[in-house]
C-alpha cells in the first residue's frame, strides 16, 4: 500500500489537480497527494495548494496529510498542488549520490563501516557512517562515485518480498528495521542495490557532480563515527570552481610550490575545516594585497593579516599549513580588540626561515606589555594597553628584526 502512493510511482510529476478529501485543523488530506512526506533520511517536500504554502507533508496512520498555514479551504473542493521542485530534485540527487557513496565506501574500507545515518536536507547533505574513515578512503570514493554518475547508469526499484530480499547478500539494508513482508529495493545499474523509502533520479548522470564538501569524527553512543558532508550537481561543480581559483591564487603567492603541493594544501585546509571555504578565501584576498607583504632580498616573503577583535582559531591552523608551501615565508596575524585596547599577536614561519624567535620574543617585551609563549615555528601572545597605532609600529619591528637577522 504504502510505495503504491504517486510520488513513488512518478517521483518526476510536479503539480497535480486533487480533491480534498478531509481537513483536521491546518492539515489536509487529499483524494491524491504528490507530497513526498520524507523517509530514509530524506527530508518531507514542501510547495503549495491553490497557491497556499505546504509547510510540510506527514505521513500519519499511511495517509499523507499537508500542513497549512491559515486557509479557509472546504472539503471537496477541487485543489492545485505544486511541489517546490528545486528543493525536491535536489534530494533525489543527493539520496541518489548517497547510495553510490555508500556503495564506494563499502568496496574500499570493506564491510567493517556500515550506515549510521543519513541526513539530507537543501542545504546540506550527510551521512554518518560507524568506523573511522580516512581521507585517502574518501578521496578515491568520489572519484569512483563520480565516474559512476557520468557513466549515466539506470536506478530503478522493485518491491520483493522481505524474506527473499534478505537472500541477496549485496543488497545493503538494516534488516533489524525493516518488519514489512515487502520491501522496496532501489537498484543502480551494475552498482548497488539497497532497500530504500527514499525518492531516486532515474539515471545517474542527472547528478552531474559528486563532491565531498569535509569530514570529521564524532562519537555516537559511544561507538567511533565519520561524519561526511557532501554536495551534489551545481553545488559541487561551485565548489570545484572555487577551489580552482584557490589554488589559482595560491600560486600567484606562493609560484615556487608545485602544484600538487597547492592542491593537496587547499584540500587539507577545506577538509579539516568542514569546507569553510570562506575562511581560506578571507586570508588569500588579504596575503594578495601588496600593502601586506614583503619581499625581502633573499626571497623571503612576509605577510601580515589584522582582524578586528581576536585572531579566529581557525586562520592561525590554516596559516600554519600556508607556511609550509613556500620555502621561505612568515605570517603575522594581529587581532585588535578596541574595547579592551588589548592586541593579539601571532606569528607563524617555515622552517626555511632561520629567524629566533627567542630574539623576536624578547624585541617585543623590551617595547611593550607583551605576554605570550612560543615554540620552536609560532609565537602567540596579547600586548595590553595597546594603541591602534601600534600594529604597525610592532609590524615594523618584526620586519626589521627579521631583515636584521637574515639579510645583515
Ligand atoms: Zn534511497
Redesign the pocket.
Known amino acids: 500500500m504504502m510505495f503504491q502512493m504517486l510520488y513513488y510511482k512518478k517521483p518526476y510529476l510536479r503539480k497535480l489537480k486533487t480533491t480534498i478529501r478531509e481537513i483536521r485543523g491546518n492539515l489536509l488530506l487529499l483524494e491524491d497527494n504528490i507530497f513526498f512526506p520524507g523517509a530514509?533520511g530524506?527530508a518531507s517536500d514542501k510547495g503549495s495548494l491553490d497557491g497556499i504554502e505546504v509547510k510540510e507533508a506527514l505521513l500519519i496512520d499511511s495517509e499523507v496529510w499537508l500542513k497549512v498555514d491559515h486557509h479557509q479551504l472546504r472539503k471537496g473542493t477541487i485543489v492545485e498542488l505544486k511541489i517546490d521542485w528545486d528543493h525536491r530534485y535536489k534530494l533525489m540527487k543527493a539520496?541518489?549520490a548517497?547510495?553510490l557513496l555508500l556503495r564506494a565506501i563499502t568496496q574500499l574500507a570493506g564491510n567493517s563501516v556500515e550506515l549510521y545515518k543519513i541526513e539530507i536536507k537543501k542545504d546540506s547533505a550527510k551521512v554518518v557512517i560507524r568506523g573511522q574513515l580516512t581521507w585517502s578512503i574518501l578521496k578515491r570514493a568520489m572519484d569512483r562515485v563520480n565516474e559512476w554518475i557520468w557513466e549515466g547508469r539506470a536506478v530503478t526499484d522493485r518491491l520483493m518480498e522481505t524474506s527473499m530480499a534478505k537472500g541477496f547478500h549485496d543488497i545493503r539494508a538494516r534488516w533489524e528495521r525493516i518488519h514489512n513482508s515487502q520491501v522496496r529495493v532501489?537498484f543502480i545499474e551494475g552498482v548497488d542495490a539497497?532497500a530504500?523509502?527514499?525518492l531516486?533520479v532515474h539515471n545517474t548522470r542527472e547528478i552531474r557532480m559528486f563532491h565531498v564538501k569535509g569530514f570529521h569524527r564524532e562519537r555516537l553512543e559511544g561507538l567511533p563515527c565519520t561524519v561526511v558532508e557532501f554536495l551534489v550537481d551545481l553545488d559541487a561543480i561551485r565548489e570545484m570552481q572555487t577551489r580552482s581559483f584557490l589554488i589559482g591564487d595560491l600560486q600567484q603567492l606562493f609560484p615556487t610550490t608545485p602544484l600538487k603541493n597547492l592542491v593537496n594544501t587547499v584540500t587539507n585546509i577545506l577538509v579539516e575545516n568542514r569546507g569553510n571555504v570562506k575562511t581560506i578565501k578571507t586570508i588569500l584576498t588579504h596575503l594578495m594585497d601588496p600593502d601586506n607583504m614583503v619581499i625581502l632580498p633573499d626571497e623571503t616573503r612576509i605577510l601580515r593579516i589584522t582582524f578586528q577583535n581576536s585572531i579566529p582559531k581557525v586562520v592561525m591552523k590554516t596559516c600554519n599549513k600556508l607556511v609550509e608551501l613556500y620555502q621561505k615565508v612568515v605570517i603575522c596575524l594581529f587581532g585588535y580588540d578596541y574595547e579592551k585596547a588589548q592586541l593579539q599577536v601571532y606569528f607563524t614561519r617555515s622552517k626555511a626561515v632561520k629567524v629566533s624567535l627567542g630574539g623576536l620574543i624578547s624585541v617585543l617585551k623590551a617595547s611593550t606589555t607583551w605576554k605570550g609563549s612560543g615554540n620552536d615555528k609560532v609565537i602567540s601572545g596579547k600586548i595590553f594597553s595597546a594603541e591602534v597605532s601600534d600594529i604597525d609600529r610592532i609590524w615594523n619591528q618584526i620586519l626589521s628584526f627579521i631583515h636584521s637577522t637574515l639579510v645583515g
Open positions: 530514509g530524506q539520496h541518489t548517497e547510495h532501489v539497497a530504500c523509502k527514499g531516486h
